[in-house]
């Protein structure tokens, strides 16, 4: 199994940026979920969508300005972030684990798999 994300790069405030991650080796329903870190911070899970029925989930910081979507054929998830603030500066990680997101998704402890990180910076 392997990830790869991309799309990070410095945005203005109250812009946007679309977050990719390719994932390849999978053989059965597997969730992915997109994780940050900032300097000196623990890394939180931000979002996560399950490739078997597509349920998402949202920290609560982002709610409403984010958006993770899935594209079978491409085998990629994307993380859509508008709005962006200076607080969403951060090391962006997409991680993988089979099954479904489920209740504990912001545990970055449940994923096997992890690709490497984009930076994404929200600098004026």
């Known amino acids: 199994v392997q990830l790869q994300a991309s799309g990070g790069g410095l945005v203005q405030p109250g812009g946007s940026l679309r977050l990719s991650c390719a994932a390849s080796?999978?053989?059965?329903?597997?969730?992915i979920a997109w994780f940050r870190q900032a300097p000196g911070k623990e890394r939180e899970g931000v979002s996560c969508?399950?490739?078997?029925?597509?349920?998402?989930y949202y920290t609560d910081s982002v709610k409403g300005r984010f958006t993770i979507s899935r594209d079978h054929a491409k085998s990629t998830v994307y993380l859509q972030m508008n709005s962006l603030k200076l607080e969403d500066t951060a090391v962006y990680y997409c991680?993988?684990?089979?099954?479904?997101?489920?209740?504990?998704?912001?545990?970055?402890?449940?994923?096997?798999?992890w690709g490497q990180g984009t930076q994404v910076t929200v600098s004026s």
């Open positions: 991680a993988a684990r089979y099954g479904r997101c489920g209740s504990s998704w912001p545990n970055k402890r449940i994923y096997d798999y």
């Open positions: 969508i399950s490739s078997s029925d597509g349920s998402t």
């Open positions: 080796g999978f053989t059965s329903d597997y969730a």
